[in-house]
């Protein structure tokens, strides 16, 4: 039997392609009501109907426009109707805005249509009619269970749990997709099955800056907090550009644009959000600022390349991940960002479809890369985007007359991979530090010994800190060689602790006011 849809609007011409476009599919009915006096005539009809269920609705199609008009009486008169209770609702309108949208899902809409159904909502609404067509069965089914077994109650208690859990799914599925990737998993239930395929995307991966030493302070609820702000964030931005989070890796975000939804515009995609993601970071620094914590930073790498990407685990639990080298490239990319960075590959800069704005461009070596990549730090992007980084506050370096030293530790990961190199700090600001090599000869006159140990630029160093009479102000400190000029390096922290603050506030808060 096919399923019947009423559709509701006043439009005459409107509801007569409505009616042709759902009697197209061939398993639905379309029902046109073009009044309120007719939405009274057919619940009536409906309940003098002998034929269990032979007329009524699988689904309710309204028009937002007509409903407002006539102050939602017809809405109203709906939910009253104890038979209609549990029918889906859907709105149409024009056209859709986020007020709106609010609008229509506080009046109770489950999801919102344009006027004029594409393919893909004529497939949803036939999918929605069938769903509740079958839950309706499986209630009578259980009704009559409940009645023979006498366990009407449980089997309700069942039942909501059922809603429960379908609600959070929905949920979930909405805080980790855009709009348009939920559409796809509804509409292609298939999907959830265990495999996917080889693809070019886009991928981004991003991480905090001093959030290991904040949280080893923070009490856990407050951790909680802090990430959930700051996820939240960089999430809208994601979605905001139809990109997919893969997963939270710890502080940071794994994140792919061109999947599970193809498009020739991921790569641009990935470059917006992830300006869009560092200027956010404003907001966290607010959030930050007002329950008095230092202010967190955060680098950002994007890679384009070949990949695996579906489903990936056993047939009880399983994720959509993405896999492949260019992931593993994209973590050494992103390695070599400091807090307010995009790094972006050479090569998949020249794969965006619009103009990006370059600040620096470098050749990275790092392990896994068979030769040096090219990478740029993107600071732009024009075509319709047209979004930059917001430049931050000029961060002034105090000069230092005291006599201080860093020893600079090369580091391989967390690994000191060598001796240290003993400099002496010159300026100094809570980002970044002027140090000069302390050697009493010449490069030459060494062998070139000295020359071999000093860090290269874009190198990670752990430094410890001590002044005269070797008072030792902090360690365990991480920073990355940004600058070189003979034997003066320019430092930018990479990961701070309590001691460092300390040290920061005794020596430069005066003179940075």
């Known amino acids: ?12 011409k409107q509801m007569i392609e409505a009616q042709r476009q759902i009697n197209s599919s061939g398993s639905m009915r379309a029902l046109c009501l073009l009044s309120f006096e007719a939405l009274q005539r057919a619940v009536v009809t409906n309940r003098e109907e002998e034929t269990a269920g032979s007329s009524t609705p699988s689904l309710i199609i309204l028009d937002y426009e007509m409903a407002e008009k006539e102050g939602f009486e017809s809405l109203s008169f709906l939910k009253k109707q104890r038979e209609l209770a549990g029918v889906p609702l859907f709105f149409i309108v024009e056209r859709r805005s986020e007020e709106l949208d609010e609008e229509c899902y ?15 909502e004529i497939l949803r609404i036939e999918n929605t009619a069938w769903q509740y067509e079958n839950i309706k069965n499986y209630e009578k089914m259980l009704q009559k269970q409940a009645t023979d077994l006498k366990a009407a109650k449980e089997i309700m208690r069942l039942n909501q749990q059922l809603k429960t859990r379908n609600d959070l799914l929905y949920q979930i599925f909405g805080r980790y997709f855009s709009d348009e990737v939920v559409e796809v998993i509804l509409e ?6 265990i495999g996917g395929e ?3 995307v886009t991928v981004m991966m991003s991480d905090l800056r001093g959030f290991t030493s904040l949280s080893e302070e923070l009490e856990p609820e407050a951790v909680t907090a802090l990430l959930n702000f700051y996820f939240g964030k960089m999430l809208e931005a994601i979605s905001y550009y139809h990109g997919t989070v893969i997963e939270f890796l710890g502080d940071g975000v794994l994140a792919v644009f061109g999947a599970p939804l193809s498009s020739e515009r991921q790569t641009a995609d990935a470059i917006a959000a992830a300006i869009s ?19 967190l930073e955060m680098g950002i790498g994007i890679h384009r390349g070949e990949a695996f990407i579906g489903n990936v685990g ?7 991940n993405v896999i492949g080298k260019v992931v593993n490239e994209c973590s050494r990319i992103e390695s070599y960002s400091v807090g307010g960075q ?14 990006v704005e370059i600040a620096n461009q470098l050749n990275i070596v790092a392990k896994g890369l068979k030769k040096p990549l090219p990478i740029c730090e993107v600071i732009g992007i024009g075509g319709d985007y047209r979004c930059s980084i917001k430049k931050e506050e000029t961060d002034i370096l105090c000069q230092v007359e005291q006599h201080i030293y860093f020893q600079m530790y090369p580091l391989e990961g967390k690994k000191i991979t060598g001796a240290f190199v003993l400099t002496r700090l010159k300026q100094c600001s809570d980002k970044r530090a002027v140090v000069k090599v302390e050697t009493s000869q010449s490069l030459e006159k060494d062998g070139g010994l000295l020359e071999r140990r000093l860090p290269d630029v874009y190198s990670d160093v752990e430094i410890l800190a001590f002044g005269e009479g070797e008072q ?11 600058e070189r000029n003979g034997l003066v390096f320019v430092l930018r922290f990479t990961h701070v602790n309590q001691a460092f603050r300390k040290f920061s506030d005794l020596f430069f808060t005066n003179r940075k006011k």
């Open 1 to 12: 039997m096919k399923k019947v849809i009423w559709v509701m609007g006043s439009d005459r």
């Open 106 to 120: 506080a009046k109770g809409a489950m999801v919102i249509l344009h006027k004029s159904f594409s393919k893909s």
């Open 188 to 193: 292609h239930p298939q999907g959830a099955a």
């Open 198 to 200: 080889k693809r070019e």
């Open 277 to 295: 993601m560092q200027n956010a970071m404003e907001e966290v620094a607010d959030y930050c600022k007002q329950h008095e914590y230092p202010i």
């Open 314 to 320: 056993s047939e009880k639990m399983m994720r959509y």
């Open 342 to 355: 995009v790094l972006v590959s050479e090569e998949t800069v020249e794969k965006a479809d619009c103009s």
């Open 472 to 482: 030792e102000f902090f360690r365990g400190v991480y920073a990355k060689v940004v």
